[in-house]
């Protein structure tokens, strides 16, 4: 069954500290897609990154960074020089074919990270 | 531009009482529909998604059920609720051509009391 595994429940760094945000997957599916989304306090997810299973570059993105690495199945989220307003919850997610056209999204616990000043 | 409209945005409700959640989006046609529920301190959980008017699956055994009568309005109810049925409901959608993102509503804090 498809799987995504957060492992880190809650991260505290200093504000400049660079943090990594893990994400581990399961699937049976050859191609699938990888999301980051972010839900402030507000909790409204907001979606930070779209990665296909194809596509193992990384990418940049200003202070974000996310490292796609299919030989372990991992999707690693890199925020460097952290700050305040970056604290939030982080969800990583696999999309799964239900039907053409149709997919489910199956998302981790989540990592809480806080930023302190 | 696609929106997504969910309401309320607060809900408090005794035990036993019946729900509904409304959720429509604009700007997109035969979107797919999802509710999620998300517990205090959990991750999110996948309810009922929809692919099209009057189809609805479900994931998860519960109290709940949800109904698609329009092309872009999709409805979470509950016939009486239960003190487990608290917690935050999102509403997302997606195109039905692609393996694109989800977009998600503001959601809705529900408790029962």
């Known amino acids: 069954a498809q799987k995504v595994t957060q492992a880190q429940t809650e991260i505290s760094v200093v504000e400049k500290e660079d943090v990594t945000l893990d994400c581990v997957y399961e699937t049976r599916d050859t191609t699938y897609y990888l999301f980051w989304y972010k839900q402030p306090p507000s909790g409204e997810l907001v979606f930070l990154i779209r990665?296909?299973?194809?596509?193992?570059q990384n990418e940049i993105s200003g202070r974000y960074s996310w490292n796609f690495q299919k030989s372990t199945s991992s999707f690693n989220f890199t925020i460097t020089a952290s700050q305040v307003v970056d604290s939030a919850v982080y969800f990583c997610?696999?999309?799964?074919?239900?039907?053409?056209?149709?997919?489910?999204?199956?998302f981790g616990t989540g990592t809480r990270l806080k930023v302190l000043a | 531009s696609q929106t997504i409209h969910q309401w309320p945005a607060t809900l408090v409700q005794p035990v036993g009482s019946p729900l509904s959640l409304e959720c429509t989006v604009e700007g997109t046609s035969n979107p797919n529909l999802y509710w999620y529920r998300q517990a205090a301190g959990r991750g999110l959980q996948l309810l009922f998604y929809s692919v099209g008017i009057g189809q609805i699956s479900s994931e998860v055994p519960q109290n709940l059920s949800a109904s698609r009568p329009q092309d872009r309005q999709f409805i979470l109810s509950s016939k009486k609720l239960l003190l487990s049925d608290s917690g935050f409901y999102l509403c997302?959608?997606?195109?039905?051509?692609?393996?694109?993102?989800?977009?998600f509503g503001q959601g809705t804090r529900l408790t029962v009391v």
């Open positions: 990665r296909n299973s194809f596509d193992e």
């Open positions: 997302a959608w997606s195109p039905r051509v692609g393996n694109t993102e989800a977009f």
């Open positions: 997610a696999l999309s799964e074919a239900v039907t053409s056209g149709t997919y489910k999204y199956i």
